[in-house]
């Protein structure tokens, strides 16, 4: 059954979570208890530990509820199966006695198949469920996560404002939360906001003279905040000249490209031979719409040269047979100023 060796996989991976889970236990404690730490690293390894342990509480509730699930799943299908046989084998000698023993055999097949039916909706049912029960879990973990690093982070910020202002460097750091997709082809729009998107915490970096603005994961700001720190310090405690260049710089970062939005368009009138002329919209990270694309898109010869085709009104004329088309992108408006310049466009297809 696909369903019951889906759950068997997610008690494999619940056990490998638990059993990375134990080993971090293991070792906060012996930092807890370990004579040579510093009593702020034991504070940590303390509090850390209360969380793995809620978290471990948490996962042993959880494959306690999918063990139960996959037991009562299990019972059911064997009752279901079970009393199909019994069914089965009552509606066949019944058959074999009555005269009518074709229109029986269409009857038992009609009822195997609407049998066969209910029980592939069952099974898709469970799956969206316990699939729905997965990801609602993984969206409260990652915020629970995302809300203690920007509790962190937020006094960071303030601090590395702080010493730019000092500084003279007029760059100006904000916390911004966006959600990425990893570029996997082959899934639909709608496949990448439901199953690949995720909320991750970045720092926008604004240099308040130019306006360029920059973005860095959380990792990146706590790096280059110690080297703020020390340069801070250097400078401003100890009265230190220093020779700043972009390479030692860590408030200079190379300007990169950054991404508007996406647009996406479908190609259902190539179906029918029929050329097409929109305007699309951009979406940018908090799914709000920030321009929009002009889209041609046209049938064409081999070479790229548009030609004049009939419509198209049975799809069969066309299976099987080669369609060339040209998609041609027109311009865009509607796009923010800031990102008006030197402005391109990537496709792919799925």
């Known amino acids: ?70 037991e009562e799943q299990k019972s059911e299908f064997e009752r279901l199966r079970t009393q199909m046989d019994k069914e089965r084998a009552e509606i066949e000698r019944k058959a074999k006695e009555d005269v009518n023993y074709v229109r029986k055999q269409a009857e038992l097949e009609k009822w195997a198949r609407e049998f066969s039916e209910a029980i592939n909706e069952y099974r898709l049912f469970k799956e969206k ?14 915020r629970r996560r995302l809300e203690e690093n920007l509790i962190t982070l937020i006094p960071k910020i303030l601090e590395a404002n702080a010493m730019s202002e000092k500084l003279n460097r007029n760059i100006v750091f904000q916390p911004k939360i966006i959600t990425s997709a990893p570029e996997v082809s082959g899934l639909s729009p709608l496949q990448e906001l439901q199953d690949l998107h995720k909320v991750i915490l970045v720092v926008q ?10 973005l860095w994961s959380y990792e990146k700001f706590m790096t280059r905040l110690f080297l703020i720190r020390d340069m801070y310090h250097s400078i401003v405690e100890f009265g230190q000249t220093l020779n700043i260049t972009n390479d030692n710089d860590p408030f200079w970062d190379p300007v990169t490209d950054q991404l508007i ?16 002329d929109l305007w699309v919209p951009i979406i940018d990270f908090h799914a709000k719409k920030c321009g929009e694309l002009k889209i041609d898109i046209y049938p064409c010869s081999p070479y790229g040269e548009p030609i004049d085709v009939d419509v198209v009104y049975n799809l069969e004329k066309l299976r099987g047979k080669r369609l ?24 792919k297809f799925w």
Not at 205 to 214: E, G, I, L
Not at 330 to 343: E, M
């Open 261 to 276: 939005g996406k647009a996406y368009v479908y190609l259902a009138p190539l179906c029918h031979n029929v050329c097409a």
């Open 129 to 142: 469920a316990v699939k729905f029960a997965i990801t609602k879990w993984k969206r409260q973990l990652q």
């Open 205 to 214: 970096s604004t240099n308040a003279v130019t306006n360029n603005t920059t």
């Open 324 to 347: 060339d088309f040209a998609i041609r992108i027109v311009g865009a408006r509607g796009i923010p100023t800031k990102y008006s310049s030197n402005t391109f466009v990537k496709y």
């Open 1 to 70: 059954m696909a369903l019951t060796e889906q759950k068997e996989k997610e008690f494999a991976s619940r056990a490998k979570q638990m059993e990375a889970l134990y080993r971090q236990r293991d070792e906060l404690a012996r930092i807890q208890e370990s004579t040579t730490e510093t009593e702020e690293a034991k504070r940590d390894a303390a509090a850390n530990r209360m969380k793995v342990d809620k978290l471990l509480k948490q996962l042993e509730e959880e494959r306690d509820e999918l063990k139960r699930a996959l």
